[in-house]
Every structure is written in structure tokens, then in C-alpha cells.
């Protein structure tokens, strides 16, 4: 079984930074993309950021150059750098991964991390 474990969520006034992480564990498996999608209170969830095995990057226009992902495949983890953020970046976070176990290919959730922008 694979588990998606996240930290690193909080409350930050407009203007400051949060990094967010994510770490994949568990047996036997390999993993393609990994990424964040936020849900904002009565909103759907979006993509914020995506990142594949190979390194190739894709932001949702509202943070790009505001926010970075990066990963670290020794330790199957992703992150999100938060900077300049902004009270309309309030969501739940939630960690993404697509992850083969054998031959078998699944998309993987983490529970969601609170991120709260004052103004």
C-alpha cells in the first residue's frame, strides 16, 4: 500500500512564504508525475503545479513566478515553495502522485494541508 503523507501547511500573512512537502511511502512501486491541486471553500479543485519523472514543470497562470515545485526522487518526495502569496491562495493543498505498483498505474491523494493567507 502506498501512502502520500503531507506538511508543511499553516497561516501566513499576504506577502509571506510557505514550503510545502509531500513524501511517498510504501513497497514496491515507481512514480511518474507528482504535483498540488487546491480546493478553495465552495470552488472545485485545481492544478497548481505538476511535475514528471523526467523534470518537466506546468504552473497554473495564477502562480507562476510566485510559486515552485521541485522534487526529490531518492527520496520520493515533492515540494512546493509559496512565496509572495496572497489571500486568494487560501485552500487545502492536496498532494498528487501517479504511482505504478507492478504493472498497475493509480492516481494517489494525500489528505489535504490547510494554507490560510491573511490580508
Known amino acids: 500500500q502506498v501512502q502520500l503523507a503531507e506538511s508543511g501547511g499553516g497561516l501566513v500573512q499576504a506577502g509571506g512564504s510557505l514550503r510545502l512537502s509531500c513524501a511517498a511511502s510504501?513497497?514496491?512501486?515507481?512514480?511518474?508525475?507528482m504535483g498540488w491541486y487546491r480546493q478553495a471553500p465552495g470552488k472545485q479543485r485545481q492544478l497548481v503545479a505538476t511535475i514528471t519523472s523526467g523534470g518537466t514543470i506546468d504552473y497554473a497562470d495564477s502562480v507562476k513566478g510566485r510559486f515552485t515545485i521541485s522534487r526529490d526522487n531518492a527520496k520520493n518526495t515533492v515540494y512546493l515553495q509559496m512565496n509572495s502569496l496572497k489571500p486568494e491562495d487560501t485552500a487545502v493543498y492536496y498532494c498528487?502522485?501517479?504511482?505504478?505498483?507492478?504493472?498497475?498505474?493509480?492516481?494517489?491523494w494525500g489528505q489535504g494541508t490547510q494554507v490560510t493567507v491573511s490580508s
Open positions: 498528487y502522485a501517479a504511482i505504478v505498483v507492478l504493472t498497475t498505474s493509480d492516481d494517489y
Open positions: 510504501g513497497s514496491s512501486f515507481s512514480i511518474n508525475a
